[in-house]
């Protein structure tokens, strides 16, 4: 029985079931690969105004606990798979997937060929789409036709230019204390670290509350004073939402930062925003990354990680050797593309060489995901401790 049905912006339909909540939702479809992880994926804030497709069939087999989520609500704007667990089986399960996205609302639908519909996302790229079900999809107990809805899906914003990430940010700032071997909260951290929340995961300040890090969390709309009243060792811009190339705010305040040679480190939304500041393009790449096994190699070590990615811009820097950063004449100095996607050579990591600055595109925090990217917040911890952020001639 077809009682819900996706529209893609070009026109192509896939019929199939409610999954999740009855009505409708519009926004950017896009894959994810992973076999595991869907609770993390669904409370990832980069997913805000994202429909997410799984490839992989089976989707909700272990339920939804208490303890996976990436915040406090699930982010995604609609949700696509082809074949729900019908019960769900782990000790930590407290709700069926079903329960929980239809309790939050979230539209869905599943039983529909994800293989397809991926394989035209991959040649098409991605685009805008549409779920319909129940009064969305009937009118007088008609099936509206599909050009009714088609308009409705081209009705809706784009991703390019969306500047998102203050729709995700927390309004307060709040602390992640650090924490001694033994889980227990340390009197004297190791480190202070000023995040800026442009949609930040959960894990990303507990993996640096793990290392003795004591981590000032900060809206989107921080401003240079508000950092530095946190006394900052280091400063952490995070992953989030929408097109690194509408952040106006937030690369001027990144460059606020560079200019005190307070050390940095960004992850994702984050990389492109320091590329941004440095004075770098960014650009839309044609359907993304977004899964948890993408060979990345460290150029520096030669070493190739396995990664979580979720992203569908790229920085737009030079592969090979060093480059002057454009911005402002050169004022930065030089940088190197420190990481790189073997899939298809984008950009993954940038390391400023004459700044104490550096970035990655893709999840050291590894929710969900393999960790054999964890060495990241070791960097950033021994790029904090080694030099004194008030030295104006310390660069790393
Ligand atoms: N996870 C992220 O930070 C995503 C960054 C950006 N919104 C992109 O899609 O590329």
Request: charged content about 20%.
């Given at each position: 029985m077809t009682d819900a049905v996706l529209v893609l912006e070009d026109g192509r339909t896939f019929a199939g079931r409610v999954y999740g909540a009855t009505g409708r939702t519009l926004g950017e479809i896009v894959f994810n690969t992973g076999m595991t992880g869907y609770q993390e994926t669904l409370t990832d804030?980069?997913?805000?105004?994202?429909?997410?497709?799984?490839?992989?069939?089976?989707?909700?087999n272990t339920g939804v606990n208490d303890e996976d989520p990436e915040s406090d609500r699930i982010w995604v704007a609609g949700y696509v798979v082809r074949d729900p667990a019908r019960r769900s089986s782990s000790w930590r399960a407290r709700r069926t997937l079903d329960e929980e996205l239809a309790a939050q609302g979230i539209v869905g639908i599943s039983g529909i060929d994800t293989r397809a519909l991926t394989r035209h996302l991959r040649e098409r790229g991605v685009m805008r789409a549409g779920i319909f079900s129940g009064d969305a999809l009937l009118a007088d107990g008609e099936r509206r036709p599909d050009d009714e809805l088609l308009d409705e899906v081209l009705a809706a914003p784009a991703m390019a230019g969306a500047d998102?990430?203050?729709e995700v940010s927390t309004d307060e700032a709040y602390v992640v204390e650090?924490?001694?071997?033994?889980?227990?909260?340390?009197?004297?951290?190791?480190?202070?670290?000023?995040?800026?929340?442009?949609?930040?995961?959960?894990?990303?300040?507990?993996?640096?509350?793990?290392?003795?890090?004591?981590?000032?969390?900060?809206?989107?709309t921080a401003t240079i004073d508000d950092v530095l009243a946190t006394s900052p060792d280091g400063?952490?811009?995070?992953?989030?939402?929408?097109?690194?190339?509408?952040?106006?705010?937030?690369?001027?305040?990144?460059?606020?930062?560079?200019?005190?040679?307070i050390p940095f480190f960004g992850i994702c939304y984050g990389n492109q925003l320091l590329g941004r500041a440095l004075g770098y393009g960014t650009y839309k790449l044609g359907y993304g990354h977004r899964g948890?096994?993408?060979?990345?190699m460290d150029r520096l070590t030669g070493k190739v990680e396995i990664t979580a990615h979720n992203h569908g811009f790229a920085v737009d820097a030079p592969l090979d050797g060093e480059s002057t950063a454009p911005h402002d004449g050169g004022r930065y100095g030089r940088v190197v593309v420190s990481h790189v996607d073997l899939n298809d050579d984008v950009v993954e990591g940038l390391r400023a060489l004459d700044l104490p600055a550096f970035s990655v595109q893709y999840h050291p925090e590894a929710a969900a995901g393999p960790h054999d990217a964890a060495y990241l917040f070791d960097r950033f911890v021994e790029l904090m401790t080694a030099q004194n952020p008030n030295d104006e001639k310390g660069a790393a």
């Open positions: 804030p980069s997913y805000h105004r994202q429909i997410v497709v799984m490839t992989a069939p089976h989707i909700g998102l990430a203050g650090a924490l001694g071997p033994d889980g227990q909260p340390l009197a004297e951290p190791v480190a202070t670290v000023a995040a800026v929340d442009l949609g930040i995961k959960a894990m990303t300040p507990q993996r640096l509350a793990e290392r003795g890090v004591r981590v000032h969390v900060l809206p989107a400063v952490f811009f995070s992953n989030g939402p929408g097109d690194p190339s509408a952040a106006t705010h937030e690369v001027d305040l990144l460059r606020d930062v560079l200019d005190r040679r948890v096994n993408q060979p990345v």
